[in-house]
């Protein structure tokens, strides 16, 4: 063996024990997800979560894509992951609340993965593609598991892989199950759309166009999807854009931007230390964009999408929903993972493993992403409970015993309603009855109520959404107080059953 065989052997060697260290690395960082799963109680995965489920659990039974009873309404803002939750459920006889957790987890360990095996597309080096697993696994979000989130994630990430790895029809394809999944995706359809026709004008390309395929991919399953839904609900988009708007418009609701500018992003950072965990965080993700703008460009999509995922959301006037949060800090991990990987390279100055220099900048670093997953791991070890869910649990059965299918409830929250009976749900705040909408404009909550005047009424005391029908002098002519249960915090919850005689008149 030459001296020049036996150094490329030597270097060949010592990349196969890199490449096997950051297998290890992330086999360790997959435990998270793992554990969130096994952890967590899928039975009350939050109000909102299973409005989404309530679909899944009618289309896994056969009953079609209804919110429990006729008519059609498009309620839930993601058809791709609930159906798929819907498939799963049929095929494994699982509660649509566990395979929603394990969908979600699996999700959230593939994302942790997904720059590590695709890092060749993304034109990253081994070190990066693992750093930024290490902070995906360590900023988990163990509070919003059963949702959609993570799918959304991967699939983001899947997409722009297709797309840097000139898998046109495939990167199209992903684009139009993201749009699918969440709404915004069509604004990551368009920058990597825009990335492919820049590729295809700089390479003059001959034959079939880069465009066209991508386009054809993305135009499937969008296709698939609409051939049901317009005959369905008369539209491929969910009804609650419009309730959301509204919501806003009635001052109720704290804006996106708000709750971004005010709450969120000064919220955000790196470990539990406050202030200099934000500080923290937005210095490694000002070294992450320095790092993207000068030596992978291709990563760039992500902080463009970040952005324009930011102003989509401001100039729609929509509510500041807590998990409209989460694709704004898979951004910023994403980014500050690149420039945490920039400064530890940078402190080590190119040396090799080994020295008290070096064993002090990894045992930095290693504390710095242990730090990240504080509070990941703080949730793992009391796993987070909504404290709505046993008080809506105990309405629900209470519900199951004295009403039939036939009948229908109103309140402000619906997705337990849904998910733990089969009662037709009227929705105060519009997200599941379109027929409130006008009336949420003008913060009356009653018009609407009135004018369906539902078989029960779940009272939450207190409630601005409520009062207004239970103080109605008409109220207790028409409708008596059935039960009183404990309800979320101090405040109780009133079920109340409209009277079968001849009611008043409003």
């Known amino acids: 063996m030459t001296s020049g065989e036996g150094v490329q052997e030597t270097a060949e060697r010592a990349g196969l024990i890199s490449v096997r260290t950051g297998v290890l690395i992330l086999l360790i960082a997959s435990l998270m997800p793992l554990a969130a799963a096994l952890r967590l109680d899928p039975a009350f995965p939050g109000d909102d979560a299973l409005i989404s489920l309530t679909y899944a659990k009618n289309l896994a039974r056969g009953d079609g894509f209804i919110f429990n009873q006729p008519p059609a309404v498009l309620a839930t803002t993601t058809p791709a992951f609930t159906l798929a939750v819907a498939g799963l459920t049929a095929v494994t006889g699982f509660e649509p609340t566990e395979v929603a957790l394990w969908v979600s987890a699996v999700s959230w360990a593939a994302l942790i ?116 839904a317009l005959p369905t609900f008369g539209s491929i988009l969910p009804a609650t854009l419009a309730a959301k708007m509204a919501q806003v418009a009635s001052g109720l609701w704290a804006p996106f931007p708000v709750r971004l500018f005010g709450e969120w992003l000064p919220g955000w950072g790196v470990g539990p230390w406050g202030m200099v965990s934000t500080a923290l965080g937005y210095v490694l993700v000002g070294a992450g964009l320095v790092v993207i703008g000068l030596r992978r460009p291709r990563m760039a999509v992500f902080p463009v999408w970040g952005v324009a995922y930011a102003v989509g959301y401001t100039l729609l006037s929509v509510p500041g929903y807590t998990w409209y949060r989460l694709p704004v800090i898979f951004i910023l991990t994403v980014i500050a993972g690149m420039g945490f990987e920039a400064v530890v390279r940078l402190v080590l100055g190119g040396r090799r493993p080994g020295g008290m220099r070096s064993v002090t900048v990894w045992a930095l670093a290693v504390g710095v992403i242990v730090a990240a997953g504080w509070q990941t791991a703080g949730a793992l070890r009391r796993p987070p409970t909504d404290y709505r869910g046993p008080a809506y649990l105990t309405v629900a059965r209470w519900l199951n015993s004295d009403a039939n299918p036939r009948q229908s409830v109103a309140f402000s929250e619906v997705g337990a309603l849904g998910y733990y009976t089969d009662l037709a749900v009227v929705d105060l705040v519009g997200l599941v009855t379109p027929s ?17 005047m539902p078989d029960y009424l779940i009272e939450l005391e207190g409630s601005e959404f409520t009062r207004p029908i239970v103080e109605n002098p008409l109220f207790l002519g028409s409708y008596s107080q059935e039960v009183i249960v404990d309800g979320p915090g101090d405040r109780s919850l009133t079920i109340y059953r409209r009277r079968s005689g001849p009611v008043g008149q409003y």
């Open 113 to 228: 993965w997904s720059f590590f095996v695709f890092r060749e597309a993304f034109g990253l080096d081994l070190g990066q593609s693992v750093t930024v697993g290490c902070m995906l696994a360590a900023q988990g979000w163990v509070a919003h598991l059963s949702m959609e989130a993570y799918p959304f994630a991967l699939i983001l990430v899947l997409a722009a892989a297709m797309v840097w790895s000139q898998r046109w029809f495939l990167g199209g394809l992903a684009v139009g199950v993201l749009f699918l999944t969440r709404g915004e995706g069509v604004l990551f359809g368009v920058i990597l759309g825009l990335v492919v026709v820049a590729g295809e004008i700089r390479l003059r390309s001959h034959g079939r166009s880069p465009t066209l395929i991508y386009v054809l991919g993305g135009a499937l399953p969008i296709l698939a999807w609409a051939a049901y």
């Open 436 to 452: 409130m909408i006008p009336h949420i404009l003008n913060r009356d909550f009653a018009t609407g109520f009135w004018e369906i």
